[in-house]
Every structure is written in structure tokens, then in C-alpha cells.
């Protein structure tokens, strides 16, 4: 019952991506955006410059946010390491009870390729960069089946999965399957989120 509460969609949440070459800050309430920023420019300088200019834009204070979300990759480790920080510092400050939640943006790009194929034919794969020549690899047997682990994979063992295969850029390596490029971004669908989130297991 506690953290049924934190579902509630008038809460105001602030979320933090930064597990890819794009970082994105926004603030959620009731499945929409009321301010959301995205760049290019590296986590460490534009965290807390992203999030000052969501909550001046939408004049509210940390104060004001009820829910703390952040991205915990697969991804940049220096992004991901540095939201879960921010969050779980601001959430230990706050005078009121304020949760963390975290997300994967592999399950994230699912709902989006969701969206964006309405006559996708499963079982599907989606692949992002992981490190050593090997590729983070999420399987989608059938429409939302969540049910596959995320297992890292070699070129090879991916080829001989014979399924259609999506993925982000890549940062450096580049990945030579064939598959369908997809733009990682979270402002057109701001309602995938509360599907996607689960809470940490520490909070104020």
C-alpha cells in the first residue's frame, strides 16, 4: 500500500536519461511532459543544468517533486552512475518521503519500436553497445513479454538468433548485422514510463 501511493499520476516526477550520447531531464505529471530538455552535450556538464532549467520552466523546486527517475542503462557508466547519484542524494535530503524508481531503456525502446512499427512481427531482438566486442541483446518473444533477460551476446550468437534485430547508434563500435536504426528518445512517449518503472530498494 506504501508505494501504491507513488503510482498515483498527479504525483510530479522528475526524470533523468543519461545512458546514451543524448542526455534527457524532464518533468512528468499525469503521463505528459510540462517541461522536457534533450542534448548532446556530456552528463557531467548537463545534469543539473537540465534539470535547473526543467524546474524554472515549469517554477517548481526540488521540493515540489514527488517521484525521482532515473535511467539504469544498459549504457554510458559515468551518466548512469552520476543520475543514481543525484537522485538518491536528492531524495535523502528531502523533508518529505520521496522514492526512486529506475528504468531499463532496452524495455524502453521495446515500447517504442512499439509505437513506431504498429505491424511489427515478433519475435523481435534489440541490441546496444556493451563492451569487448559484445552486444547487449533483449529478446522480445511477443508483444510486451518482458519475460526474456538481457544477456550479452557476440556478433556470431546474435546472427544465429535469425530474427529482425533494432538498435541506438552505437558510440564507437559499429554494429555490422543488418537491422532497422531507432532513435532513442523518450519525448514523444512519455507515457511508456510507468509501465517501465520499478523502485529502489532504498528511499527516505
Known amino acids: 500500500m506504501f508505494l501504491e501511493k507513488?503510482?498515483?499520476?498527479?504525483?510530479?516526477?522528475?526524470v533523468i536519461d543519461a545512458s546514451s550520447l543524448n542526455v534527457?531531464?524532464?518533468?512528468?505529471?499525469?503521463?505528459?511532459?510540462?517541461?522536457?530538455?534533450?542534448?548532446?552535450?556530456?552528463?557531467?556538464?548537463?545534469?543539473f543544468?537540465?534539470?535547473?532549467?526543467?524546474?524554472?520552466?515549469?517554477?517548481?523546486?526540488?521540493?515540489?517533486?514527488?517521484?525521482?527517475?532515473?535511467?539504469?542503462?544498459?549504457?554510458?557508466?559515468l551518466g548512469i552512475r552520476l543520475s543514481s547519484m543525484a537522485c538518491q542524494t536528492w531524495a535523502r535530503?528531502?523533508?518529505?518521503?520521496?522514492?526512486?524508481?529506475s528504468f531499463n531503456n532496452l524495455y524502453a525502446i521495446a515500447k517504442i519500436i512499439k509505437e513506431e512499427y504498429k505491424d511489427i512481427k515478433y519475435p523481435i531482438a534489440i541490441?546496444?553497445?556493451?563492451?569487448?566486442?559484445?552486444?547487449?541483446?533483449?529478446?522480445?518473444?511477443?508483444?510486451?513479454d518482458f519475460s526474456e533477460k538481457?544477456?550479452?551476446?557476440?556478433?556470431?550468437?546474435?546472427?544465429?538468433?535469425?530474427i529482425p534485430l533494432f538498435a541506438p547508434p552505437p558510440k564507437k563500435s559499429t554494429f555490422s548485422l543488418e537491422h532497422k536504426?531507432?532513435?532513442?528518445?523518450?519525448?514523444?512517449?512519455p507515457f511508456i514510463l510507468e509501465e517501465l518503472i520499478t523502485p529502489n530498494e532504498n528511499f527516505n
Not at 517541461?35 to 548532446?40: I, Y
Not at 538481457?150 to 535469425?162: A, P
Request: net charge negative.
Open 6 to 14: 507513488f503510482k498515483n499520476l498527479n504525483m510530479v516526477s522528475l
Open 24 to 47: 534527457q531531464v524532464g518533468i512528468l505529471k499525469e503521463k505528459q511532459w510540462i517541461s522536457f530538455s534533450e542534448n548532446n552535450i556530456p552528463a557531467l556538464e548537463s545534469i
Open 49 to 77: 543544468t537540465s534539470v535547473r532549467h526543467c524546474l524554472y520552466e515549469t517554477n517548481l523546486e526540488l521540493k515540489d517533486i514527488n517521484r525521482l527517475m532515473y535511467c539504469e542503462g544498459p549504457g554510458s557508466t
Open 93 to 101: 535530503l528531502s523533508n518529505t518521503t520521496i522514492i526512486t524508481f
Open 127 to 144: 541490441v546496444s553497445e556493451s563492451i569487448e566486442n559484445r552486444w547487449h541483446c533483449l529478446m522480445i518473444l511477443k508483444e510486451d
Open 150 to 162: 538481457i544477456k550479452e551476446l557476440t556478433i556470431t550468437e546474435i546472427e544465429k538468433l535469425n
Open 181 to 189: 536504426r531507432i532513435h532513442y528518445s523518450l519525448k514523444p512517449y
